[in-house]
């Protein structure tokens, strides 16, 4: 059997018979007891794909949940190249428990399913699906109870920020979705093109183009190049009526990132279809630096910006 090693890096290792390794790094179970101001449960989104989430909530709602006012709830989908990561990772467990307790919000975190098993576009119809069971469970799960699917968010950080702008857009499209999606908040949005950004061509940048064009070969449908629209944002067939009903958006990027250049892009493109659209610059800090440092300064800052514009719509 031929195992040549097709695709690798720091922690995923994939064979040419398709077998996959992944090196998973610390994780953190969910814990219904209160710690620093939020608790969290799993629970199952679809148990034959399978898809799953951890739900965050706040100290407030997880003391007296049926006698508060509705809470906004913030849908987050995890990094990775669309090939590695989970919510149970400790720096997205500790970074979304945070970020529920300091934005007073419902945190659905979302375990989609990964690639190169299972390819684009799955991953989007995953997340999309998200968004189904929420509007289904409002009533029988206790947790959702003070849900409020009126001010319903999107976030995710580098594939995960793409997929916030893939769920955004189906969600736009459904006219049966009773979520109503008011902003979306990608961190570090990985997106990509078959034209090299000006960054991605200068000396010293071979190692993550290197890597980079590993997790597009290996997420991107089969006879795909890095124009496909899931990559190139420009290439994604959008009418202007659906772009007339785009959320508004809080793009977050990283001045030490490789991907900075791609983010600035992104805003760029949205502002020309007339979207309403910010963006934010942490400087002195890399890629995903939240996931990463999760009590840092820098993420507190992060925190405290993303629930400002939640609650500002």
């Known amino acids: ?22 090196f998973i790094p610390e994780t953190a179970p969910a814990s219904l007891d209160l710690y620093k101001g939020y608790k969290c449960k799993d629970v199952t989104i679809d148990p034959l794909k399978p898809i799953t989430a951890r739900i965050f909530i706040p100290t407030t709602t997880a003391t007296a949940t049926s006698k508060l006012p509705l809470l906004p709830v913030l849908i987050y989908f995890h990094g990775g190249g669309f090939c590695i990561g989970s919510t149970t990772w400790l720096g997205y467990h500790h970074f979304l428990g945070d970020l529920s307790a300091t934005s007073e919000s419902i945190v659905l975190s979302i375990d989609y399913r990964l690639a190169p098993e299972n390819k684009l576009p ?34 995710g950080d580098s594939a995960g920020g793409n997929i916030a702008h893939q769920v955004a857009i189906r969600a736009i499209r459904d006219k049966e979705c009773l979520v109503r999606v ?13 034209k090299r950004t000006e960054l991605e061509t200068k000396d010293g940048s071979a190692e993550e183009v290197k890597s980079n064009d590993m997790f597009w070969r290996l997420s991107i449908p089969e006879g795909s190049n890095r124009d496909y629209e899931g990559c ?36 760029e493109f949205l502002k020309k279809k007339g979207v309403k659209v910010k963006i934010i610059e942490t400087k002195d800090e890399a890629h995903v630096f939240h996931v990463f440092h999760p009590d840092s300064e820098s993420t507190r800052v992060l925190q405290n910006q993303m629930k400002e514009f939640i609650h500002s719509l």
């Open 122 to 155: 799955i991953a989007y119809e995953d997340c999309y699906t998200s968004l189904i069971w929420l509007s289904q469970q409002k009533l029988t799960e206790s947790w959702l109870k003070n849900a409020d699917l009126s001010q319903v968010f999107l976030s």
């Open 182 to 194: 008011k902003g979306i908040l990608p961190i570090h949005p990985y997106f990509g093109s078959e």
């Open 1 to 22: 059997m031929d195992t040549t090693v097709t695709g690798s890096s720091e922690f995923i290792k994939v064979f040419s018979d398709g077998t996959v390794e992944r």
């Open 232 to 267: 190139n944002f420009e290439w994604m067939q959008v009418s202007l009526t659906e772009w007339s009903r785009f959320p508004n958006v809080l793009v977050f990027v990283a001045e030490l990132d490789f991907l900075n250049e791609r983010g600035v892009a992104y805003v």
